[in-house]
């Protein structure tokens, strides 16, 4: 805690020296019921409560200078802090350089609010979402919305026998278009590593290749927004995706290594009742296979909610939906969870200028 609030001061005095700092923060509760099915609990159906503080709950500081910008952000939960962002941009003009810990290129990010899963917002991560979480970066980004990020390798080592190396940083490359109501955005990412037969056990000499590409697409009109996104990937959990609903890594399987292709998307819809209230339904699905399977493993997700206003800076979002875990590749009947419930959210900010 006193490193945090050494960094906060050092955030505080930064931004006394440039045109202005934002602290803003939030506290985020969930209350849900989550009815798990025979398949789930292995024995007779049960309700569940979950009531949780979000580890996505937040803390942190916008700061902005002439051709400047950056962010320093803590999570905050019963657990402790722990650092989400810290990053600076400059713009040289035609070109911007970001350094530090930022979200890649898979950050379009659904509404579904509960927390039975993962106990914050699971928003399809694992059930229709690519989705990589923030990484220490290099990120360069031009005016048309290209972009390509620099990120520390993953060593990939299914058959555990070390000597694994990394000859080049882990690659996400994309573009984020703007026409109009419309935004699509084509991401693409890739990570190589390579046993070294000199320094692996068994003098193993594979490589192992993980990729992944998505293609979001938003469409904003007076009274709704539409969001999608349908993705595919080779070995996408050792790439980095949140994917442990279903079969996304390599294995080492007679030898040689064996690679679990993916394949997802989700579609969300939302209508605006009013100023202070809107309704949206959203449906989510993945899949992973791998020749040790007899069918692809999948999972599934659907939901239906609305996010009422209760003040500018206090909202609640009610929801209804199922998270179904589907077959395990082998046949197996892995259950479903049905629940509702609420998330509650209260906001604050402080701007020194």
Request: aromatic letters at 14%.
């Amino acid at each position: 805690m006193k490193k945090i609030l050494l960094v906060l001061l050092g955030v505080f005095l930064v931004g006394q020296v440039l045109s202005a700092v934002d602290f803003y923060g939030n506290a985020r509760i969930g209350y849900w019921y989550d009815m798990q099915d025979e398949d789930i609990t292995g024995s007779e159906a049960r309700t569940v409560m979950h009531y949780d503080l979000f580890g996505t709950s937040r803390f942190g500081a916008n700061f902005k200078g002439e051709a400047y910008t950056g962010k320093v952000e803590f999570s905050l939960s019963g657990a402790g802090a722990k650092l989400r962002q810290i990053w600076g941009e400059y713009d040289f003009g035609n070109l911007k350089i970001l350094i530090g810990q930022y979200y890649t290129g898979f950050f379009d990010l659904p509404n579904q609010a509960t927390s039975i899963i993962s106990g914050s917002e699971n928003l399809m991560i694992g059930y229709g979402l690519m989705y990589d979480s923030r990484h220490p970066m290099i990120k360069l980004s031009l005016e048309n919305g290209m972009y390509i990020i620099f990120m520390e390798p993953k060593l990939i080592d299914p058959a555990s026998a070390g000597g694994v190396d990394a000859l080049f940083p882990k690659i996400n490359f994309g573009c984020r278009l703007s026409m109009g109501n419309l935004m699509i955005h084509p991401t693409f990412g890739i990570n190589m590593s390579q046993y070294n037969e000199d320094f692996a056990d068994g003098g193993i000499d594979e490589s192992i290749l993980a990729y992944v590409t998505a293609v979001s697409t938003k469409y904003c009109a007076d009274k709704f927004n539409i969001l999608a996104q349908i993705s595919y990937g080779q070995n996408v959990a050792d790439y980095g995706m949140l994917t442990s609903a279903t079969v996304s890594n390599a294995i080492w399987i007679n030898s040689e290594v064996e690679n679990a292709t993916s394949m997802g998307g989700y579609f969300e819809f939302t209508y605006k009742l009013c100023p202070t209230k809107n309704i949206a339904a959203g449906f989510g699905y993945f899949s992973g296979d791998r020749e040790d399977l007899d069918d692809p493993d999948t999972a599934w997700t659907a939901y239906l909610q609305s996010k009422i206003n209760l003040h500018n800076h206090m909202f609640i979002v009610p929801e209804i939906g199922m998270i179904n875990e589907a077959e395990d590749g082998m046949g197996n009947t892995e259950g479903s969870h049905t629940y509702f419930g609420l998330n509650f959210q209260a906001d604050f900010d402080l701007s020194i200028k």
